[in-house]
């Protein structure tokens, strides 16, 4: 089986107030065969669509090349807006080498609820993902069990919002459409996508997205 460890340790801020959330990247980022066009970084896949979205919604003017003009963008860019970067998932063992999440076997979490003590400053976790099986909030009801924390539905449309208490703070939970392009088919049925649609048959899946991320990310 294919052992596939995070390569990159949570990136967060001293003054961090939002915690972006997901699983790992592609097996690649692991392996140090990166493509031409990926970042060695958090989401830095070419094919990924995170950096993509904020790159819009920040008119951050980003550089999509590996190197490390490349990196030092994007961590200036966390540190400036106080967000940090903690994926859930630290390693996994795989049958298939592949980036799918359902493909996760034996799966070794972070300890999230460690990581929201150590900077008490955080009050939004972003999730990458939703419920799904192996998604990031997923996982993330997963580990909170062992502390007795449970999350509360605060709104239940799209992107789900939750809360819970942590030594006496409220914490915001929300499930963002995943920024992959596996989740364009989930993007292509949702009403309010198809609204839009047809009011502007150039309107896209990552439109939808920059709409949706810049609630929670300005």
Avoid at 34 to 63: A, E, T
Avoid at 159 to 175: A, W
Wanted: aromatic residues 12%; contains cysteine; glycine residues 6%.
């Amino acid at each position: 089986m294919f052992s596939h460890s995070h390569p990159y340790k949570p990136f967060i801020p001293s003054n961090a107030t939002k915690l972006i959330v997901g699983t790992l990247p592609p097996p690649r980022f692991t392996t140090g065969e990166l493509l031409p066009g990926d970042v060695n970084f958090c989401y830095g896949s070419r094919d990924g669509q995170l950096w993509p979205i904020l790159d819009r919604i920040f008119k951050l003017n980003l550089i999509f090349e590996n190197s490390n003009s490349a990196i030092e963008q994007r961590k200036q860019f966390l540190k400036n807006t106080n967000i940090g970067i903690c994926d859930i998932v630290e390693n996994c063992k795989r049958t298939k080498i592949d980036a799918t999440d359902l493909g996760m076997q034996y799966v070794v979490l972070r300890n999230l609820i460690g990581y929201l003590k150590e900077f008490p400053k955080i009050d939004t976790l972003l999730f990458t993902g939703g419920n799904s099986k192996n998604g990031p909030e997923y996982f993330f009801r997963k580990h909170i069990k062992q502390y007795n924390v449970s999350l509360q539905i605060v709104d239940d449309s799209t992107p789900k919002i939750h809360q819970f208490v942590l030594d006496n703070r409220i914490i915001k939970t929300v499930s963002l459409t995943a920024p992959s392009g596996s989740a364009n088919r989930a993007v292509g049925s949702n009403p309010d996508y198809k609204e839009m649609k047809k009011k502007n048959p150039n309107f896209n899946t990552i439109d939808f997205r920059v709409l949706q991320y810049q609630q929670f990310f300005l």
